[in-house]
């Protein structure tokens, strides 16, 4: 839905702005036959700069241009038909409205350039979005997945929140997480992890497989901490700005068995949907967040729980359950989730993203990103 959406948007905005071309050439021809027929000591000349100054604020620098040539011939002939081309006054208003269309077309190719960088960028941050976070499908072995990543900013199109899922031998391995802090370092931290994940997911155990994402994250944090300790005569701050941590959940579901087996580093419970009630799978004893174990105990702790046929899973970013309300108040996932009236994770998925975008105004504070996941029979 979000690629259907980006790729319509730039074609209303071209619409828009072929309609929006009509109000300069209309202000250009009605300034100009007033101008002709009011008396001799009323100029409304002056009002022509006002058509290549709105041009330029919609459309590239040859139609600015455009506009601006109108402009002049239209003050022109509006000298001509009531003194003479050169008569002092109309003779300034032509020079002004030149100058003026001269400087509104250097901004109008300002701002298209501009424009084509933002552009660029999107479709750089598209492009490694898909390399970064690639897409589930929506079936693995007795299991149907739906995903979504919401990201906060239009022009970020990921960020630090990621998740992940490969085929193991008896089941099926999930992961989702959320990296700490916002922009380069934490899509850095992000991909480390997944990279981390993707190679190692289907050979190792959970524990193990924990201790594997650690590392990665703990080596990143020790480079990163070395190289702004380098840049800065503080090394304190250095240290403080340094810390990287990911919040994350790794799940295992076994195909034929009716549970699932999960680790928890210090990430939000995810919530198992059964029979119309909303349950948080809370773990007695999680595990640090990844990058901190040398600060917190490292032991990694397997929790199983049911999960039985019908049984939906959600797994979620804490910009879920942070968006906000314009009162600041915090978005009650639960209370959400109890009114759902759906049957599948697609439905689920579609529902919180039009409710949270409802919520929160149409602008999330943070990423968001979700997975739903069904036992099917």
Known sequence: ???????????????????????????????????????????????LIAAPAMTASFAGPRMTALVGAVAVVAQSVVALARTSITDLNHTYQIIALVLISIIATFFAHLRERDENRVRRLRSIAHAAQKVVLRPIPDRAGPLRIASVYLAAEEEAQMGGDLYAMARTADGTRLLIGDARGKGLDAISEASLVLGAFRVTAREQELPELIRHLEAGVGSSTEETESARAA??????????????????????????????????????????????????????????????????????????????????????????????????????????????????????????????????????GDDAALLAVERLG
């Open 231 to 364: 840049a800065t005569d503080d090394a304190e701050e250095a240290d403080d700005s340094g810390e990287a941590f990911v919040t994350a959940l790794v799940l295992d579901i076994p195909d034929d068995e009716p549970v699932l087996r999960l680790v928890n580093c210090g990430h939000p419970p995810p919530l198992l949907l059964r029979a119309g009630s909303v349950i948080p799978l809370e773990t007695a004893d999680p595990s640090p967040p990844l990058g901190l174990a040398g600060v917190l105990a490292p032991d990694v702790t397997v929790e199983t729980f049911p999960f039985d046929v019908g049984d939906v899973l959600l797994l979620y970013t804490d910009g879920v359950i942070e968006a906000r309300d314009p009162t600041r108040a915090f978005y009650p996932l639960t209370d959400r989730l109890t009114a759902w009236a759906g049957d599948d994770p697609p439905s689920l998925l579609g529902h919180l993203r039009a409710d949270l975008h409802a919520y929160a105004g149409g602008h999330l």
């Open 1 to 47: 839905m979000d690629d259907h959406r980006r790729g319509f948007v730039p074609r209303l905005h071209r619409r828009g702005g072929r309609l929006l071309l009509v109000v300069p050439f209309a202000l250009i021809a009605a300034v100009t036959v007033v101008d002709v027929l009011v008396p001799p000591d009323v100029h409304l000349g002056p009002f």
